[in-house]
């Protein structure tokens, strides 16, 4: 008896531990280092090379650019010249440049077509500069551009595309040049920032820290932590690396529904609940359709045949329903209630708005 007493407990025990290290999560899940981030870098160039599937001659600003680039190796255009290259795409180049990164390093580049070439397949990316946002130079691309598609077209106008070929990648295709200073290592603190703001959240973080090193942590506000570190660099880095290790205890955040009124997708995050409610619902369709008629008139009438045109209006209403679901019932059930009667995600999405400003929703409703 005392032995079955004793492993219920031990089960009890082992379930409580799985459910709180499944709220608890990484220090380095939840915050941001500030003065560790990424940096955005951006450019324009020119892709060459190539197979006839470049920038047509509606784009003027490529073959200004392929007349800019003839000027600086000592070849000038007669004024007034239309320079048409098919062998040619304007291109825009992004890329990411990592915190800490130095002078020789390299990155990957983003290379999207700028104007109506049809693929950027076997082309090469001269040598552009990427600039960040203050208008200074941080990186220069060049190299052979990777695509992950691809586009065929007949001559009778038939054409197959396969995913995007007009935007591909150049691994490591771009060589860092100027350094970005960071505010890591000043500072007698270094500063988290939650990733998604929460008083519960930055007060589990600040006890967290103060449990395993004094009271060293404090915060402000929902997001921000400061927390005293050491001041040589070296230490700081290492101090900075066993805070990211502790586990901290998540607050609990509010439900969300996200729906995507484009694509028609709904997530329901756990916890959604509605309040007492009745929906009615019903679809009204209205069809227009053209038609042409040919009026031919009669023999030795001397009349023309002409094409009239007929337009046909139809309104379907469709059958109205109502639903009704008790307090406490989770959003799910109501979803799997109203697509047993045949709804369409628009529908769907049109009754969660409903129930959202009527107040019926214990929860966060994000349209995207």
């Known amino acids: 008896m005392r032995l079955t007493l004793l492993k219920r407990l031990l089960v009890a025990a082992n379930l409580a531990a799985l459910s709180l290290a499944a709220a608890a999560q990484p220090l380095r899940q939840l915050v941001n280092v500030e003065g560790i981030r990424d940096n955005q870098l951006i450019g324009y160039g020119i892709v060459v090379g190539l197979d006839g599937t470049g920038d047509n001659?509606?784009?003027?600003?490529?073959?200004?650019?392929?007349?800019?680039?003839?000027?600086?190796?000592?070849?000038?255009?007669?004024?007034?010249?239309?320079?048409?290259?098919?062998?040619?795409?304007?291109?825009?180049?992004?890329?990411?440049?990592?915190?800490?990164?130095?002078?020789?390093?390299?990155?990957?580049?983003?290379?999207?077509?700028?104007?109506?070439?049809?693929?950027?397949?076997?082309?090469?990316?001269?040598?552009?500069?990427?600039?960040?946002?203050?208008?200074?130079?941080?990186?220069?691309?060049?190299?052979?551009?990777?695509?992950?598609?691809?586009?065929?077209?007949?001559?009778?106008?038939?054409?197959v595309t396969v995913n995007t070929p007009t935007a591909g990648r150049i691994?490591?295709?771009?060589?860092?040049?100027?350094?970005?200073?960071?505010?890591?290592?000043?500072?007698?603190?270094?500063?988290?920032?939650?990733?998604?703001?929460?008083?519960?959240?930055?007060?589990?973080?600040?006890?967290?820290?103060?449990?395993?090193?004094?009271?060293?942590?404090?915060?402000?506000?929902?997001?921000?932590?400061?927390?005293?570190?050491?001041?040589?660099?070296?230490?700081?880095?290492?101090?900075v690396a066993r805070l990211e290790k502790l586990n901290v205890d998540v607050g609990q955040e509010i439900p969300r529904v996200v729906f995507n009124s484009r694509t028609g997708t709904v997530v329901i995050s756990e916890?959604?609940?509605?309040?007492?409610?009745?929906?009615?619902?019903?679809?009204?369709?209205?069809?227009?359709?053209?038609?042409?008629?040919?009026?031919?008139?009669?023999?030795?009438?001397?009349?023309?045949?002409?094409?009239?045109?007929?337009s046909s209006v139809q309104v379907e209403q469709g059958q109205g329903r109502m639903f009704k679901w008790p307090a406490g019932a989770s959003l799910r059930a109501i979803i799997d209630t109203v697509n047993r009667t045949g709804a369409t995600p628009d529908d769907v999405m049109a009754i969660l708005q409903a129930l959202d400003q009527a107040g019926a929703i214990d929860g966060e409703l994000v349209v995207i």
């Not at 693929?119 to 200074?136: F, I, M, P, V």
């Open 271 to 310: 916890g959604v609940t509605v309040r007492p409610a009745a929906v009615s619902h019903g679809s009204l369709r209205v069809v227009i359709s053209e038609s042409s008629q040919v009026s031919q008139p009669g023999p030795f009438s001397n009349g023309d045949t002409k094409v009239v045109p007929n």
């Open 171 to 239: 691994p490591n295709g771009a060589s860092i040049e100027r350094e970005i200073p960071s505010d890591f290592e000043q500072g007698d603190s270094v500063r988290l920032s939650l990733r998604r703001p929460s008083f519960e959240t930055a007060t589990n973080v600040v006890k967290t820290i103060n449990r395993s090193y004094g009271k060293i942590a404090s915060t402000r506000n929902a997001t921000t932590i400061e927390v005293r570190a050491p001041q040589d660099p070296t230490e700081r880095v290492a101090f």
């Open 57 to 159: 001659s509606q784009v003027k600003f490529s073959g200004q650019s392929v007349a800019n680039m003839l000027k600086q190796f000592g070849l000038k255009m007669p004024e007034k010249t239309d320079t048409r290259v098919k062998n040619v795409a304007a291109v825009m180049v992004s890329a990411s440049l990592p915190p800490g990164y130095s002078r020789g390093q390299t990155i990957d580049v983003t290379v999207s077509s700028l104007g109506d070439a049809k693929s950027l397949r076997g082309g090469t990316l001269l040598l552009t500069q990427l600039k960040a946002a203050n208008g200074e130079v941080y990186a220069l691309a060049q190299g052979s551009v990777v695509i992950g598609g691809l586009s065929a077209q007949g001559k009778s106008g038939s054409s």
